[in-house]
Nanobody, 122 residues
Framework: QVQVVESGGGLVQAGGSLKLSCSAS????????MGWFRQTPGKERELVAA????????YYVDSVKGRFTFSRDNAKNTVYLRMNNLKPEDTAVYYC???????????????WGQGTQVTVSS
């Protein structure tokens, strides 16, 4: 069982920045595909960004391209989502997730964190 824990959410003004962190347990962390999802009430959970294990290939949804950066530090079993130029529409609960194989942009992640709230005020 892989345990996933997010941190770093909070309240920020539009145009500001936040950095989310996510740690995952397991000796094979470097091979895990990791994803950041977000969800607002009444809406489907959306894959915002993903990063592959080993190669570091990244995926971003169009609405965050150029503003968000996904990185990983395998030595620390941690991934990061740097979010710049935040907009009110980025407000959501952000979830980190992990899976061991497959398409990083597919939604079939196996292990999920509890979520962290990001609120962007206008």
């Amino acid at each position: 069982q892989v345990q996933v824990v997010e941190s770093g959410g909070g309240l920020v003004q539009a145009g500001g920045s936040l950095k989310l962190s996510c740690s995952a347990s397991g000796v094979f962390f470097s091979s895990y595909h990791m994803g950041w999802f977000r969800q607002t009430p009444g809406k489907e959970r959306e894959l915002v960004a993903a990063i592959s294990g080993r190669t570091g290939l990244t995926y971003y949804v169009d609405s965050v391209k150029g503003r968000f950066t996904f990185s990983r530090d395998n030595a620390k079993n941690t991934v990061y989502l740097r979010m710049n130029n935040l907009k009110p529409e980025d407000t959501a609960v952000y979830y980190c997730a992990a899976k061991v194989s497959g398409d990083i942009a597919a939604y079939d992640y196996d292990y999920w964190g509890q979520g962290t709230q990001v609120t962007v005020s206008s």
